[in-house]
């Protein structure tokens, strides 16, 4: 899968991490390999505008989903993008902060969009159980990232000693 990720705001140092942890997850939810997302990293006010313009919601959130499709479309050709997703640095790094790492709240807003962009929503309390799941996958996908940059660094480091 086919991953852009775009940092308006120039602060996101996890652009390859990401784009690693959100192709496990596509491959996992069965997204189509030959498929393509996009990531939009902004801040606050930007994702408030939108937020109000497409939604009616004042203030910021931390995730919008824009599907290329509905399920329920009728003659709409089937593209390989799945749409785009567009997440609040600002507001992940304070629901992230003293939990887990930034970027971790990222992948795991990016999964939880995922699901959006695949049809799924979560109208009520037994439509959340996809949701928890690919968010505790997000984030279990994530520390794996995590663990295996450090032990390529370990080997490294030693194979150089």
Not at 122 to 147: C, I, N, R, S, Y
Request: charged share 25%; net charge negative; glycine share 8%.
């Amino acid at each position: 899968m086919w991953i852009e990720v775009l940092d308006e705001t120039g602060r996101f140092r996890r652009r390859e991490r990401l784009r690693e942890v959100v192709a496990r997850v596509a491959r996992a939810v069965g997204c189509p390999a030959g498929g393509s997302l996009t990531i939009v990293l902004a801040d606050d006010a930007t994702i408030a505008e939108r937020n109000a313009r497409d939604r009616g919601v004042a203030g910021p959130t931390d995730v919008l989903a824009y599907p290329t499709a509905e399920p329920d479309d009728v003659g709409v050709p089937r593209v390989p993008h799945l749409g785009d997703v567009w997440i609040s640095l600002d507001t992940a790094a304070r629901q992230a902060r003293g939990q887990r790492p930034t970027w971790h709240e990222v992948s795991v807003l990016a999964a939880h969009a995922l699901l959006h962009l695949r049809g799924f929503d979560h109208g009520d309390a037994a439509a959340w159980a996809p949701f928890e799941a690919v968010q505790d996958l997000a984030e279990t996908e994530a520390k794996a990232v995590d663990q295996g940059r450090s032990l390529r660094a370990l080997l490294a480091a030693r194979s150089t000693a």
